[in-house]
T-cell receptor, first 112, second 114 residues
Framework: GENVEQHPSTLSVQEGDSAVIKCTYS??????FPWYKQELGKRPQLIID?????GEKKDQRIAVTLNKTAKHFSLHITETQPEDSAVYFC???????????FGGGTRVLVKP | GAVVSQHPSRVICKSGTSVKIECRSL??????MFWYRQFPKKSLMLMAT?????????EQGVEKDKFLINHASLTLSTLTVTSAHPEDSSFYIC??????????FGSGTRLTVV
């Protein structure tokens, strides 16, 4: 099965700074790469995703970059705000409908 | 957008009893339902995958006789934790999938076994 690793496991940044989380995966057949945000006690929320035919996608302060050759993709958050504090998970998969295998998560703390 | 309703949100039960958790897709038909368990400060671990009308597929290490999954219709899937013990205390969350809406998560159930 898919082996997914996230780094770092925790990330503390000053408000306004940028945060970057990297996700590496093992299955070269993966072609859908989502990032989820989970606040304490809540459900994961999809914040951005990318498909294998695109190298980068941006949505306001959030961006995802993909390197299929190296089998990793990254989440970039710019101008961080306290409400960005949460746990972020990556979950690369081969195709829609397949089971999601989550990375270990990255706890992000944005200090005011 | 797609909504999955999960109940109960919290439950406390005595050791040895069973607990049923329900997930309903409110405005779409969920062809597949995934059930996850999440321990504090840990990632979501897939327990099983169920497709409507067929038996669930359990992940390695998950006891199928302890965690009973029923997916009798395209809008309802249930997880029953049988003979619960304190080590079963966790956050359980479902995720419904269909090809149109992708993945939609329920709000989760925090189970405490005392």
């Amino acid at each position: 099965g898919e082996n997914v690793e996230q780094h770092p496991s925790t990330l503390s940044v000053q408000e306004g700074d940028s945060a970057v989380i990297k996700c590496t995966y093992s299955d070269s057949a993966s072609n859908y790469f989502p990032w989820y945000k989970q606040e304490l006690g809540k459900r994961p929320q999809l914040i951005i995703d990318i498909r294998s035919n695109v190298g980068e996608k941006k949505d306001q302060r959030i961006a995802v970059t993909l390197n299929k050759t190296a089998k990793h993709f990254s989440l970039h958050i710019t101008e961080t705000q306290p409400e960005d504090s949460a746990v972020y998970f990556c979950a690369p998969i081969k195709a829609a409908g397949n089971k999601l295998t989550f990375g270990g998560g990255t706890r992000v703390l944005v200090k005011p | 957008g797609a909504v999955v309703s999960q109940h109960p949100s919290r439950v406390i039960c005595k050791s040895g009893t069973s607990v049923k958790i329900e997930c309903r897709s409110l405005d779409f038909q969920a062809t597949t339902m995934f059930w996850y368990r999440q321990f504090p400060k840990k990632s979501l671990m897939l327990m099983a995958t169920s497709n409507e009308g067929s038996k669930a597929t359990y992940e390695q290490g998950v006891e199928k006789d302890k965690f009973l999954i029923n997916h009798a219709s395209l809008t309802l899937s249930t997880l029953t934790v049988t003979s619960a013990h304190p080590e079963d205390s966790s956050f359980y969350i479902c995720s419904a999938s269909n090809y149109r809406d992708g993945y939609t998560f329920g709000s989760g159930t925090r189970l405490t076994v005392v």
